[in-house]
């Protein structure tokens, strides 16, 4: 179990960008997985999480899933190409495939329609695992705001359409998430972990991936924080001043900066608001901004209408900056990676290691050379 000074330090680190970045893009690609791929990297993800887990436990292994390199060097290890948005719900369907039927962990959701089976799921591997309500609401609750966070709040133009949670008999969860930018060309990774995402509206994620977007919305940055509270405010004041400056702002407004020739950052409402929703919001009286995205019926265009608001009003500015954190390479998603050994062959050796290692010391010296006789000659020390 890590400290409390553990986890603060680990997502200053991750808010930080101290695990580094690079600059490409993760390219969108659609098809599908070769089936005789899938099954083979679905027999190398059941060796490989039992490994982990054996050594490690539920916890750190849910943990290392929601680390963008730990995972991407996961999905390599399973022989897909790491350098597109397959890597995301290739890797997350072979890990459901592989955990299927364990006690103390499991895979749910997915791409598409199996996303929104989630809750769903959720409860059947409540009632199979012998998992409490309380457990089994926490974690749909979990599922359900992780996904209104990426959709509503964090507004940078791409919309959800994978959603995996990974969860263990203690509690503990990583959520997997990828986005679909508008033009279809691009695809942005969300990771989360129970561990460190604290608040889910305040810096949660341990990583976000993808091309940097310009004019990103971001509430949940930690400069967004006197935005939420305004947002908050409005809401429980009453939503018909707020309907008031949407109706300015769609009309068009101009100034008198403008009318000399200036420059003036233009504020843009949605075209649509769910006033409903706002209207069930301010009949709640949300304590704070998780309360009011938790409502029902308050998702981006609400959202986007109390930050402008709250600018327009009190002068008090949300973050525009995108959260993207890391992104990866271009390439391909329906061939492995070149290799010399057969994936049913690592698989088979993966398995019999982690049977020896409970053995004698000697059987277990022997396993470890075997598994180094597999890696190219300059690198076996």
Not at 35 to 58: E, Q, Y
Not at 315 to 330: E, G, N, Q
Request: hydrophobic residues 40%; neutral net charge; glycine residues 10%.
């Amino acid at each position: 179990m890590e400290s409390a000074t553990d986890v603060a330090y680990e997502r200053a680190a991750y808010r930080n960008g101290e695990f580094g970045r690079s600059i490409t893009d993760l390219q969108l690609h659609n098809g599908t997985v070769p089936r005789w791929l899938f099954n083979r990297m679905v027999k190398l993800a059941g060796p490989i999480s039992s490994a982990a887990i054996d050594g490690l436990g539920t916890e750190r292994f849910l943990r290392l899933l929601a680390d963008p390199f730990w995972f991407q060097a996961l999905s390599a290890a399973l022989g897909f190409d790491p350098c597109s948005s397959g890597t995301t719900t290739v890797t997350c369907g072979a890990l459901r495939n592989a955990l299927r039927g364990r006690k103390d962990i499991a895979v749910v959701g997915g791409k598409g329609r199996l996303s929104l089976r989630t809750p769903e799921q959720i409860a059947e591997m409540a009632d199979l695992n012998d998992l409490s309500e309380d457990m089994e609401a926490r974690l749909v609750y979990a599922s359900r705001m992780c996904a209104k966070v990426d959709n509503a709040a964090v507004q940078d133009g791409y919309r959800l359409y994978h959603h995996a949670l990974m969860f263990d008999d203690l509690g503990n969860w990583t959520v997997v998430q990828q986005g679909m930018l508008e033009n279809g060309r691009l695809a942005r990774r969300y990771q989360w972990s129970s561990g460190t995402a604290g608040k889910f509206v305040e810096e949660p994620h341990t990583a976000i991936l993808g091309a940097e977007a310009a004019g990103a919305l971001d509430m949940t940055a930690s400069a967004s924080g006197d935005s939420r509270k305004v947002a908050v405010d409005l809401v429980n004041d009453g939503i018909e001043h707020v309907r008031s400056e949407v109706v300015v702002l769609t009309k068009g407004q101009t100034t008198i900066d403008e009318w000399a020739g200036g420059s003036v950052k233009k504020l843009y409402m949605p075209r649509t608001v769910n006033w409903a929703g706002l209207q069930k919001a301010y009949e709640h009286q949300p304590r704070d901004y998780e309360e009011l995205l938790a409502v029902r019926g308050v998702g981006a265009s609400a959202v986007r209408a109390l930050a402008l608001s709250g600018e327009l009003l009190y002068d008090c500015s949300p973050s525009w900056k995108d959260p993207v954190k890391y992104s990866f390479a271009v390439g391909g998603s329906r061939a492995p990676m070149p290799t010399d050994r057969s994936l049913d062959g690592a698989a088979e050796l993966i398995e019999e290691g982690i049977w020896t290692a409970r053995l004698r010391k000697r059987e277990k010296v022997e396993t470890i050379q075997r598994l180094r006789s597999m890696l190219p000659p300059e690198m076996r020390g």
